[in-house]
């Protein structure tokens, strides 16, 4: 009998399939911890996401002279664009991974506006928990999801 994919064997396939990368995710074949059935795993692109905060390390540096409240508007609203996309199941690293580093860069353009910066990163972090949404994941598992679809009649 062939290997388990998502609890259905596999007929036919000799080992794993290739991980390749698709729609911004890589996507790459592991076994799950409960039953050792192989499983689809998803995280972001590491690449996309260097590009991502190149882009936004680049605005920061040409908004750093704008009001603390406007700037941290305008990453709370790029945030939450990212998390809308790369909100799923199993790609919390890489959520908490981009907040991070832009944290990381704002902070950097914070303590470049003086020459005596009063930004410390315990100061910083209770200023991001205000400001910043916090990671989370906003997309069911595709099964959930698909399971719902056929209990409505969509497909």
């Not at 998803?42 to 882009?55: C, E, G, H, W």
Request: charged share 30%; glycine share 8%.
């Amino acid at each position: 009998m062939g290997e388990l994919f998502y609890g259905w064997p596999l007929f036919g396939c000799e080992g794993r399939p290739d991980t390749f990368d698709f729609l911004g995710f890589t996507h790459r074949c592991d076994k799950t911890r409960s039953h050792g059935w192989y499983t689809i795993r998803r995280k972001s692109i590491a690449k996309r996401m260097r590009a991502s905060l190149a882009k936004v390390k680049e605005l920061l540096r040409r908004r750093r002279h704008w009001d603390f409240g406007s700037i941290g508007r305008w990453l709370s609203r790029v945030i939450q664009g990212w998390y809308n996309y790369h909100a799923i199941p199993g790609n919390m690293i890489r959520l908490q991974q981009f907040q991070e580093e832009i944290v990381k860069a704002w902070l950097a353009q914070l303590r470049r506006r003086s020459q005596r910066h009063r930004w410390t990163w315990d100061r910083m972090q209770r200023m991001v928990r205000r400001v910043l949404p916090t990671p989370k994941i906003l997309h069911p598992y595709p099964d959930k999801r698909f399971r719902d679809r056929l209990k409505a009649g969509a497909v």
